[in-house]
């Protein structure tokens, strides 16, 4: 062999090595395990994608909005003593009949009275405006202790509508019981179940389960509210109080005139006791629809 080709096969000799060590240092570097391989990554997008979707919830849910405590009693206050004339004044308010008659016997609680059933949740939209009625109608008949004031839901139709609950209220009377339930608070939580009897009722007129349900002593049942929640929209809970007394607001029209439909059933019930409540104006009113 010539010294010109030896030199020449060392050269690629060493070429080949050179080569073949870098090519062994990419291997290594490629070999080297890397953290966002195998189950790690997808498990840390899981969380961050769950904890996204939680926050839009809660961030949307909103706290349960609050007022002062004196704030909250003259809402009530003036809720439950609306004037016997605004009553009279708005009659049905252009309402037609929310209630429908039914066949079945009248229901009574122990004492003899009859049972007004009423079954919602305070996420609802349409608990939170059918409330208002119920509350001024009940009213007539007897005393409400703990009432307080939510909202809707804020991710329902009609979000953050303002209202009442009877979660933690009770009512006294001499001529009507209530057996009312808040099943689930303003963010949906189950907060209590419904009674046998409260069931019972439900499934015989509306085995679906809908809610607002309403019942006056299962003899006239209402589904829903009686009139739209809208017209409580963009008003705080004072606003829809003062404006509950001013018969010549379209609120005062949906609110009070369902009330007197409401009040009429109880009549229907109460034998038309009290005189003075199912013998007014307002009442006769809904009667000659």
């Known amino acids: 062999m010539s010294r010109a080709s030896g030199s020449t096969e060392a050269a690629r000799t060493r070429r080949e090595r050179r080569a073949t060590g870098r090519g062994s240092r990419r291997a290594r570097h490629a070999e080297r395990p890397s953290v966002w391989r195998g189950p790690l990554p997808y498990l840390a997008a899981a969380l961050v994608i769950a904890g996204a979707i939680a926050w839009s919830i809660l961030s949307r849910a909103g706290p349960t ?7 909250s009693d003259a809402v009530v206050a003036s809720v439950t003593t609306i004037p016997a004339d605004v009553f009279d ?4 308010g252009g309402l037609a ?4 008659a039914t066949t079945f016997e009248t229901l009574r609680g122990a004492s003899g009275k009859p049972v007004v059933i009423y079954v919602g949740a305070e996420y609802c939209p349409f608990c939170a405006s059918e409330r208002w009625s119920l509350v001024a109608a009940l009213s007539r008949f007897g005393t409400f202790e703990g009432l307080s004031l939510s909202t809707s839901s804020s ?4 979000p953050d509508t303002p209202t009442l609950t009877f979660r933690g209220a009770s009512y006294r009377s001499d001529h009507v019981e209530l057996s009312a339930v808040e099943t689930a608070d ?26 607002p349900f309403l019942s006056i002593a299962e003899r006239y049942v209402a589904i829903g509210s009686g009139y739209r929640p809208d017209v409580l929209g963009g008003r705080t809970w004072a606003q829809i109080a003062e404006q509950m007394r001013d018969p010549s607001t379209p609120l005062a029209r949906g609110v009070i005139g369902n009330a007197n439909w409401i009040t009429a059933a109880i009549c229907e019930e109460t034998g038309g006791q009290p005189a003075n409540v199912c013998d007014s104006p307002g009442v006769h009113a809904t009667r000659s629809k």
């Open 65 to 71: 909005p609050t007022l002062t405590a004196a704030a």
């Open 89 to 92: 004044r708005v009659g049905a």
């Open 97 to 100: 009949s929310p209630l429908r």
């Open 155 to 158: 991710t329902d139709a009609y």
């Open 186 to 211: 303003r963010q949906g939580r189950p907060v209590a179940d419904t009674t046998p009897v409260q069931q019972a009722a439900m499934d015989r007129s509306d085995p679906v389960g809908s809610i």
